[in-house]
């Protein structure tokens, strides 16, 4: 068949790479890194989005929205997050273009049309958030501010994959500012949990809290919090982060506010966000050789009917008893496709359909419809099972809880699986190359350390885990003392 | 009060910019022509959004995203489109800043990261999207492609309006692709159809369908369409455009498909948009000398409480009953703010909503509570009347119908009132200048015509309105004959 996937054994980056197209997710397009998001993934993402912002708002944040550009004087004004920035900037310098003398029909810059100051393209908008929240805040009264925007940015990347590093992606980025360092440190941790409970929940991801070491934080940031998942082929992927800023940003942006005592003091910030990225974490965790797999939280399409017909006469009865249990589920919240193509065979149908993840199909055929009966298969674990015609439209929502738990069990079985405490370095570098996954190893907390293993083994500290216990030990690499474990893992 | 407003008789002008800001709907930001939408408003978009959105599906269409950035060799494809909006495009040209050896701690563009061909910052989507619509174009049975975006597009202009005229404004862009000029020209009158839907029943804003004379058309398009809306001040608004794009664009990307015969041809198509501008016809349109009116489809609260107390019991027996009525409120779907601040008095309260426009407000004190009563005021009208307390919440639905309606009626007698039938161009001219809105006028057609009177009057042809009935008569400007009226007027 056309859409055959390499397996997952085979190559799994091919695998992955083939799955996003042949599933109609996303695909390259003529800007270098950008990619663009296909009608079937994109209705993903509004998925991931809706559930996401009712969370945001349910934790009393607003949408706004901010510029596109943010202007060069501003960006640097934030030293650490400038740096961190500046190498992977588009910049906006000159706002015309003009025909070419020398070529009829064709554009050149206008020379004479230079910004007195280039613009960036925002990769994250601290800067030009904070310059506008110096013109919100003046008194406690105006604090706290919960701000969350759905937005475009840019972060011009050398090698990139759809879905997990595009120069050019979506995401929210929430910022808040608060009038203490413990109110904003609360926010900090709400906003993972708010995370790490959508990954579990709806796209059926067990994921671990943690906090990034000093060489991983967010620039600018003083502490930045995040959510770590691990794929199937062993690598973790960072699927959320939520940072505490300090006053670093108040400070860079002069953001003052009087409180109850009439004093003057800087403002406490927090910003956080998760992205398509999402959408990638998605696909590699739970699809498998013949497509996606997709959680019924997060499908487009719940069900899909397809009937097994020779005459119009057949496929008119079918049609009807399909129209019924459409109309049932539909009425209790799901989506419903009734694939009634006569351009394809039923056996194509099952294939494109499994492809693209569709949690339950049922098939009905005449026989079916003398039986009173209908075959109805699980995505997740290939399953069939026969139901009757007039109970289907019941069971089917139990079905689907099940699907949801049952992908969920598995992701977590494997992370529990490729997840190894190691007390050596050698053994470290056995696990990691033999298995891979978590490696939990004591780390004396040095950046030296975490640097040279990085260097030597492209293994990253993934997080300090938030439930990780005090236990006495020594650093696999250094042999110093540590107190607690910490992840490593090979990432996307 | 601090809040206080100009009046729309003194200065509509500084009214409009002054309301914007004072009713938290945005800003200017740091960016040159870029805006700040800040929560509240951006509130009311996302209704506008939602409301759009669900249209667009229940006529068929699916989202996707498709890049910022437009390669300049892209862009420049589709000639009249690249020639209409060459003169206002942000430029990408470097993706680098680094340090300045000059200025510690300050950044310059990197000139070794200059890009081989410079990125233009999408005006509009065509160019990008016909490019990818070539790949996924072969057959008949590929078509229709019926996709919309929700993005950020960049228009360099030079005098810029908060929500009217942006540098960066947020829109819905539909891009369709058709077999056929028939079925193209059908997708580009529904989706006009869908907008007016939108803003009559939405908004409550009566609008003119119609088509764009040449000279306003679409840059690349065959035929525009567009509604137009009558504001307070007896100018007109551009709500809308929809465009049959013919096979323009088709054309210049080299979109063919094979049709059921087996013959190859170009494709036809159509693009069609809203911007962030509705919520600047929106305010223009209803509101008053004390702040916003809002429809209460799209108005994010529907329903203040206020209540009226001098001591905590008072409060809290108040409380009591306000979260009874709000509870049965939101029950209905309607949401319902209980303004509780004991920082201010019920008078400032009064005027804080009404400059922001919530539909209904309700007033209770401890003789209401007595009495079993609720002085229940509307914020079209103003008027005020008493209800049973154990009524309110049942009769509030109705309420909210009627201002819907009122605010719809009250605009459209607005605009029959201003809207003028007008012989020759003495009457064009003094009507104009004395009263404005719309003028029914014969035109004979030409672009000098429409050029001359637009050079010496400022106004122009909003559209040649699709209800127009064939009338013999005489181009007021030439005297040359015309068979129909279109509507002139003077426009945001
Ligand atoms: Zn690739
Ligand atoms: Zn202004």
Same mark, same amino acid.
């Given at each position: 068949m056309a859409k055959e996937l390499p397996t997952r054994k085979e190559d799994y980056s091919l695998w992955y790479n083939e799955l996003v197209k042949k599933a109609d997710l996303a695909e390259h397009?003529?800007?270098?890194?950008?990619m663009?998001?296909k009608?079937y993934g994109?209705?993903i993402?509004?998925?991931?989005?809706?559930?996401?912002?009712?969370?945001?708002?349910?934790?009393?944040?607003?949408?706004?929205?901010?510029?596109?550009?943010?202007?060069?004087?501003?960006?640097?004004?934030?030293?650490?997050?400038?740096?961190?920035?500046?190498?992977?900037?588009?910049?906006?310098?000159?706002? @015309?273009?003009?025909?070419?003398?020398?070529?009829?029909?064709?554009?050149?810059?206008?020379?004479?049309?230079?910004?007195?100051?280039?613009? #960036?393209?925002?990769?994250?908008?601290?800067?030009?958030?904070? !310059?506008?929240?110096?013109?919100?805040?003046? !008194?406690?009264?105006?604090?706290?501010?919960?701000?969350?925007?759905?937005?475009?940015?840019?972060?011009?990347?050398?090698r990139t994959r759809l879905f997990l590093r595009t120069?050019?992606?979506?995401?929210?980025?929430?910022?808040?500012?608060?009038?203490?360092?413990?109110?904003?440190? @609360?926010?900090?941790?709400? *906003?993972?949990?708010?995370?790490?409970?959508?990954?579990?929940? &709806?796209?059926?991801?067990?994921? #671990?809290?943690?906090?990034?070491?000093?060489?991983?934080?967010?620039?600018?940031?003083?502490?930045?919090?995040?959510?770590?998942?691990m794929m199937q082929d062993g690598k973790?992927l960072?699927?959320?982060?939520?940072?505490?800023?300090?006053?670093?940003?108040?400070?860079?942006?002069?953001?003052?506010?009087?409180?109850?005592?009439?004093?003057?003091?800087?403002?406490?910030?927090?910003?956080?966000?998760?992205?398509?990225?999402?959408m990638g974490a998605l696909i590699m965790a739970h699809s498998d050789d013949d497509g996606l797999v997709l959680?019924?939280?997060?499908?487009?399409?719940?069900?899909?009917?397809?009937?097994? &017909?020779?005459?119009?006469?057949?496929?008119?009865?079918?049609?009807?008893?399909?129209?019924?249990?459409?109309?049932?589920?539909?009425?209790?919240?799901?989506?419903?496709?009734?694939?009634?193509?006569?351009?394809?065979?039923?056996g194509f149908?099952f294939a494109e359909w499994e492809l693209k993840g569709v949690?339950?199909?049922?098939?009905?055929?005449? @026989?079916?419809?003398?039986?009173?009966?209908?075959?109805?298969?699980?995505r997740d674990?290939k399953?069939?099972?026969? *139901?009757?015609?007039?109970?289907?439209?019941?069971?089917?929502?139990?079905?689907?809880?099940?699907?949801?738990?049952?992908?969920?069990?598995r992701a977590?079985?494997f992370?529990?699986?490729v997840?190894?405490? #190691?007390?050596?370095?050698?053994?470290?570098?056995?696990?990691?190359?033999?298995k891979g996954?978590?490696?939990?190893?004591?780390?004396?907390?040095?950046?030296?350390?975490?640097?040279?293993?990085?260097?030597?083994?492209?293994?990253?500290?993934?997080?300090?885990?938030?439930?990780?216990?005090?236990?006495?030990?020594?650093?696999?690499? !250094?042999?110093?003392? !540590?107190?607690?474990?910490?992840? &490593?893992?090979r990432?996307y």
């Amino acid at each position: 068949m056309a859409k055959e996937l390499p397996t997952r054994k085979e190559d799994y980056s091919l695998w992955y790479n083939e799955l996003v197209k042949k599933a109609d997710l996303a695909e390259h397009s003529d800007v270098r890194g950008c990619m663009v998001i296909k009608p079937y993934g994109y209705s993903i993402w509004e998925k991931m989005q809706q559930a996401l912002d009712k969370m945001f708002k349910d934790t009393g944040h607003m949408n706004a929205y901010f510029p596109l550009f943010v202007p060069k004087s501003l960006f640097e004004a934030e030293e650490k997050n400038a740096e961190g920035f500046a190498k992977e900037c588009a910049i906006v310098t000159h706002y @015309r273009l003009k025909t070419d003398p020398q070529n009829k029909g064709k554009l050149i810059v206008d020379p004479e049309a230079e910004l007195e100051e280039e613009l #960036v393209v925002r990769p994250t908008s601290e800067a030009i958030i904070w !310059s506008t929240y110096k013109k919100w805040i003046q !008194s406690y009264r105006d604090l706290p501010i919960l701000v969350n925007q759905w937005a475009n940015v840019v972060r011009w990347e050398m090698r990139t994959r759809l879905f997990l590093r595009t120069a050019e992606f979506l995401w929210q980025e929430g910022h808040t500012a608060h009038t203490t360092a413990d109110e904003a440190v @609360r926010e900090t941790v709400q *906003m993972l949990d708010v995370y790490a409970d959508f990954a579990e929940n &709806f796209m059926a991801l067990p994921v #671990v809290k943690g906090r990034k070491s000093e060489g991983e934080r967010f620039p600018g940031a003083v502490d930045t919090y995040c959510i770590e998942a691990m794929m199937q082929d062993g690598k973790a992927l960072q699927a959320g982060t939520s940072h505490f800023l300090g006053q670093n940003f108040a400070k860079a942006f002069d953001v003052q506010f009087t409180n109850k005592e009439g004093k003057l003091g800087y403002v406490w910030g927090t910003s956080w966000g998760v992205s398509t990225r999402l959408m990638g974490a998605l696909i590699m965790a739970h699809s498998d050789d013949d497509g996606l797999v997709l959680p019924p939280k997060l499908a487009p399409i719940h069900v899909v009917i397809v009937p097994i &017909f020779r005459t119009d006469e057949e496929l008119a009865k079918i049609s009807d008893k399909a129209q019924e249990i459409s109309a049932a589920l539909r009425k209790q919240g799901f989506a419903v496709k009734f694939d009634n193509r006569d351009t394809h065979k039923p056996g194509f149908k099952f294939a494109e359909w499994e492809l693209k993840g569709v949690p339950v199909r049922l098939a009905i055929g005449p @026989r079916d419809m003398e039986a009173g009966t209908v075959e109805v298969a699980r995505r997740d674990t290939k399953e069939k099972q026969v *139901m009757k015609l007039d109970e289907v439209a019941e069971k089917i929502p139990a079905l689907l809880d099940d699907i949801q738990a049952t992908i969920y069990a598995r992701a977590k079985t494997f992370r529990s699986e490729v997840t190894t405490e #190691v007390n050596s370095y050698e053994e470290f570098r056995k696990v990691l190359d033999e298995k891979g996954g978590f490696l939990a190893a004591h780390w004396d907390g040095t950046p030296e350390t975490e640097a040279a293993i990085k260097e030597e083994t492209k293994a990253t500290i993934r997080c300090i885990p938030l439930d990780a216990k005090e236990e006495a030990g020594v650093c696999i690499y !250094s042999g110093k003392p !540590s107190t607690r474990r910490v992840l &490593f893992a090979r990432a996307y």
